[in-house]
Structures are given as structure tokens and as C-alpha cells.
T-cell receptor, first 112, second 111 residues
Framework: AAGVIQSPRHLIKEKRETATLKCYPI?????VYWYQQGPGQDPQFLIS???????DKGSIPDRFSAQQFSDYHSELNMSSLELGDSALYFC???????????FGPGTRLTVL | KQEVTQIPAALSVPEGENLVLNCSFT??????LQWFRQDPGKGLTSLLL?????REQTSGRLNASLDKSSGRSTLYIAASQPGDSATYLC??????????FGPGTSLSVIP
């Protein structure tokens, strides 16, 4: 069965650079969620989209922005990267409503 | 503000034992609760989803219960195996599209 796809899987950036992470949800899933997991931390909710509109927002810094496109894939754009942004970034998708979230493998971002 | 806690933080058991992991949440107004497994440096694998109207869900050797009124969920693992070693996280859905995770329980099953 198709799963959530994230790209790239690994990314190394310098401080103050920008990064774009991509997420391709499971077919027919129209809700996408982004999470950040720092070393030894539990995942923290950043932002979610339903039918291409932002549906909820968590602890997402102003330096980050995200959007969902017409094919339901989503991109997380991160600017002015800081050392503290180094983390595992997960994307999850679900069918609308109260359904189960399915997580992608994550993108490991390292900021040097 | 919803807070999710998990006890214990770490657990080490010999192979074959039955064990219980606990998850507590402060606000009973949840939509659902989901248990995940995470291997070191890897992604999150969904184990069980319990809707707010349900009391328990079972999948193989796993059984999860939910008591919304007391703000508790338990994950029961029967006949533990070394392959069950991982971090187990519970997550509550607090609004239509927002999920809050607990800190996780690190499980080690000793052969």
C-alpha cells in the first residue's frame, strides 16, 4: 500500500540558509500535518492543511511557512535557518474527519 | 491547555512478560487517541486508534483502552518479544486537525 512520501530524507544546511521540505500524502488523503521532533523530544505539531487551506497552527516559527497544493502535496519552507532548527520533520496525512494519521519517514534536517 | 504524560518513561522487561504502558491527558475533550511506535531515528508507526466514543481497540498482541472521563489510556502488550523494543508514544487529537504527543515510554525487552 502507498505510504506518505517525504523528500528529501536528509538535508544539511548552513545557518541563515533556506530549506524546503516536501510531503506527498497517501492517495485520497486530503489532510496534511507537519511535526518537528528535536533530539530526544516528542513530536511537536507545527501546522496542518485541509483541502489546501490551513486548518490549524501549532508552534510554527514565523520564519517557517507552508502550503498545500492542488494535488494535495505540501511544502514546508524554512528561512533564516538556526542551529536549533536541526530536527526530524515529519509529515502525516489522513482522510477527513477523525481518522488515523499516517506518518512519513521524516526528513532529517541538520543546520551547521 | 492539553498536556499529555506517559508513565513510565522507560521500562525494561524479560521476554515473554505482559506489560502495560500508561498515557494521561488533562483535558477529556478529545476526538481520538492514537498509539504509535518509534524505532530509534525512524518514523512513527501507527499501532492503534481509539475514537472518543470507543473504550478499547485490539490488534494482535496489543490492546489499548480509553477512559475519557479520567483522562487515561493504557496500551497492553501481551507476551513481549525483543522486536517490541522501541519508544511508544500516545497522541491525543484535541481539535479537528491538531494532535498533541506524550513524551513516550522507551521499552526494552530482554531476550
Amino acid at each position: 500500500a502507498a505510504g506518505v512520501i517525504q523528500s528529501p530524507r536528509h538535508l544539511i544546511k548552513e545557518k541563515r540558509e533556506t530549506a524546503t521540505l516536501k510531503c506527498y500524502p497517501i492517495p485520497r488523503h486530503d489532510t496534511v500535518y507537519w511535526y518537528q521532533q528535536g533530539p530526544g523530544q516528542d513530536p511537536q505539531f507545527l501546522i496542518s492543511f485541509y483541502e489546501k487551506m490551513q486548518s490549524d497552527k501549532g508552534s510554527i516559527p514565523d520564519r517557517f511557512s507552508a502550503q498545500q497544493f492542488s494535488d494535495y502535496h505540501s511544502e514546508l519552507n524554512m528561512s533564516s535557518l538556526e542551529l536549533g532548527d536541526s530536527a526530524l520533520y515529519f509529515c502525516a496525512s489522513s482522510l477527513p474527519g477523525l481518522n488515523e494519521q499516517f506518518f512519513g519517514p521524516g526528513t532529517r534536517l541538520t543546520v551547521l | 491547555k492539553q498536556e499529555v504524560t506517559q508513565i513510565p518513561a522507560a521500562l525494561s522487561v524479560p521476554e515473554g512478560e505482559n506489560l502495560v504502558l500508561n498515557c494521561s491527558f488533562t483535558d477529556s475533550a478529545i476526538y481520538n487517541l492514537q498509539w504509535f511506535r518509534q524505532d530509534p531515528g525512524k518514523g512513527l508507526t501507527s499501532l492503534l486508534l481509539i475514537q472518543s466514543s470507543q473504550r478499547e481497540q485490539t490488534s494482535g498482541r496489543l490492546n489499548a483502552s480509553l477512559d475519557k472521563s479520567s483522562g487515561r489510556s493504557t496500551l497492553y502488550i501481551a507476551a513481549s518479544q525483543p522486536g517490541d523494543s522501541a519508544t511508544y508514544l500516545c497522541a491525543v487529537k484535541t481539535s479537528y486537525d491538531k494532535v498533541i504527543f506524550g513524551p513516550g515510554t522507551s521499552l526494552s525487552v530482554i531476550p
